[in-house]
C-alpha cells in the first residue's frame, strides 16, 4: 500500500518570505501523481500543484512549485514571495495511474503552515 | 456553474440516528468520492464511484453506504450513527479517473453525540 509522510506538522514563515514544505512518499509503482492541496481556514480543499511521475520536469504554477525528486521519493512544494492568503493546512497526496478504472487518492496527515506579517 | 455542492454544512445527531449527506456536481464530472478529516488522520477515502451505477469502498467504508442513481449526486448514508463518525465530511468529484484534478466541495461537520 502506498503511504504519504508529512513530517513537519506546522511551520511559519515570514510575509514575502520563501518557505518550503516536505512530502516523502512510499511506493513500488513507478507511474503515478502527486499533488499538493491547500485547505484555509474556510475548510474548502484547493488544487495547488500536480506532478506526473513519468515527467523529469518539475511542475511550476506561478509562486509554487515542486521539487520532484523521483529516486529519493520526495516531493517537496515551494512558496516563493509567501503572502498572508498562503496560511492554510498544506497536504501531499499521491495516486497511481492504472489504464482503465480508477485509483485512489492517499493523503499525508498535512501540515499547518503560517504566514506573519 | 456552482461546482461541487454540500448539503448540510453543520449537522448534530444523536447516537443511532440515521442521516444523508448531499453532494452534487454540475461539472458532468464522473469520478466522484467521499472523504473524511480527522485531526491528526488527513483524508481518508470513505466511497468513490467512476459512474452512475457504479459505486465502491475505500479505506473507512464501514457504517457508511452510497448510491449513484445520476451523474450529478453522490449522496452519503449514515444508517446508524456513531460517536465514531464525528469528523469533517468532503466530496470531491473528476472528470474522468481521479487522476485528474479533484474538485472538492465545503465540507460537511457532523457531531455525534
Known amino acids: 500500500a502506498q503511504t504519504v509522510t508529512q513530517s513537519q506538522p506546522e511551520m511559519s514563515v515570514q510575509e514575502a518570505e520563501t518557505v518550503t514544505l516536505s512530502c516523502t512518499y512510499d511506493t513500488s509503482e513507478n507511474n503515478y501523481y502527486l499533488f499538493w492541496y491547500k485547505q484555509p481556514p474556510s475548510r474548502q480543499m484547493i488544487l495547488v500543484i500536480r506532478?506526473?511521475?513519468?515527467?523529469?520536469q518539475n511542475a511550476t504554477e506561478n509562486r509554487f512549485s515542486v521539487n520532484f525528486q523521483k529516486a529519493a521519493k520526495s516531493f517537496s512544494l515551494k512558496i516563493s514571495d509567501s503572502q498572508l492568503g498562503d496560511t492554510a493546512m498544506y497536504f501531499c497526496a499521491f495516486m497511481k495511474t492504472w489504464e482503465g478504472g480508477s485509483e485512489k487518492l492517499v493523503f499525508g496527515k498535512g501540515m499547518k503552515l503560517t504566514v506573519n506579517p | 456553474n456552482a461546482g461541487v455542492t454540500q448539503t448540510p454544512k453543520f449537522q448534530v445527531l444523536k447516537t443511532g440516528q440515521s442521516m444523508t449527506l448531499q453532494c452534487a456536481q454540475d461539472m458532468n464530472h464522473e469520478y466522484m468520492s467521499w472523504y473524511r478529516q480527522d485531526p491528526g488522520m488527513g483524508l481518508r477515502l470513505i466511497h468513490y464511484?467512476?459512474?452512475?451505477?457504479?459505486?465502491d469502498q475505500g479505506e473507512v467504508p464501514n457504517g457508511y453506504n452510497v448510491s449513484r442513481s445520476t451523474t450529478e449526486d453522490f449522496p452519503l448514508r449514515l444508517l446508524s450513527a456513531a460517536p465514531s463518525q464525528t469528523s469533517v465530511y468532503f466530496c470531491?468529484?473528476?472528470?474522468?479517473?481521479?487522476?485528474?484534478?479533484?474538485?472538492f466541495g465545503p465540507g460537511t461537520r457532523l457531531t455525534v453525540l
Open positions: 464511484s467512476v459512474g452512475a451505477g457504479i459505486t
Open positions: 506532478q506526473e511521475a513519468y515527467k523529469q
Open positions: 470531491a468529484s473528476s472528470y474522468d479517473s481521479s487522476t485528474d484534478t479533484q474538485y
